[in-house]
């Protein structure tokens, strides 16, 4: 085979792909993972991962922390590492294109540069759902924002506004009370759908507001954000309130155009749909993480799909050779 062949080839660099690339690299495979951004994902986001199993404050025998619980970009770095040790190589570039042709997958890059493979894993996880209100766009980046970590520090002391109802808006809004004593959490429904122990902790910080049945109607400003609109979901009631930013954590985007350019088959919701080898309707053709329809979205369920997925990606090749 040609210099540009691999046996495995995985699109996506977080937790499900970079886990993959460990197994299928300690499987003898050759490994090639593509990526558009940086490793790690969404977990980059994560400021304290403190429900991966084994991810705990270290102590020594007089109770001093000898190494605290991992970051999201910590645990990221090394997943990137251990998949180099192991023998992976990384890519960084945006794929176009997939396609399959006599058991043999083709991938293309926007750049013109393009790899074959007997095989690949398709681990492109979810991007955030935007509001779509007007100001939204228009201040991104200047007040309104889809990662705390990110662009937190900025605003500091000031007023926040967190959208969402899930675990990421508790996560991230839990971030945010260490930089501020004015957090406020909105949601349109009367109740929260994070996981009940995240909620409890949320809702019982004395930094974030907790408020509910409100959505953002208009995000305004000048140069920056300086007011947002509000709805009350049951009432109806609009009205203005300052604020100094919107940090909006909605629910997510699957990210599988290349999914369904080649063929293989969607939910309703346009997530890849595998059964349980992490196997799509196409031979040859895995998914996992965030990407996969049904997934529990958690670091620890999508390094799980990777290595599933990897493992029999490579019974799939030694099965073709």
Known sequence: ??????????????????????????????????????????ALVIDVLENYPGNIEQLDA??????????????AMDLHKQAENFGSSFFSGSVSSLKKENDIFTISLADGTFYKAASVIIA????????????????SGKGVSYCAAC???????????????????????????????????IHRRDTFRAQKALVERTINNPNIE???????????????VSSVILRNTKTGEVYEEETDAVFIFAGTVPQSELAREIGAALDESGYIITDQKMATNIEGLFAAGDIRSGAFR??????????VAAHHAAEYIDEKN
């Open 1 to 42: 085979m040609t210099d540009n062949y691999v046996d495995l080839l995985i699109i996506g660099a977080g937790p499900a792909g970079l886990t993959a690339a460990q197994y299928g690299s300690r499987a003898n495979l050759k490994v090639l993972v593509i990526e558009q951004l940086a490793s790690g994902g969404q």
């Open 62 to 75: 007089a109770g001093n922390v000898v190494s605290g619980i991992k970051s999201g970009y910590d645990f």
């Open 124 to 139: 492109t996880g979810a991007k955030p759902r935007f509001l779509g209100v007007p100001g939204e766009k228009e201040f």
């Open 151 to 185: 662009d937190g520090n900025f605003f500091r002391n000031k007023k926040i506004f967190v959208v969402g109802g899930g675990d990421a808006a508790c996560d991230e809004a839990r971030y945010l009370s260490r930089l501020t004593d004015k957090v406020i959490l």
């Open 210 to 224: 907790a408020r509910y049945n409100l959505v953002i109607n208009e995000i305004k400003g000048s140069a920056k």
């Open 298 to 307: 958690q670091v620890v369920t999508a390094a799980a799909d990777g290595a």
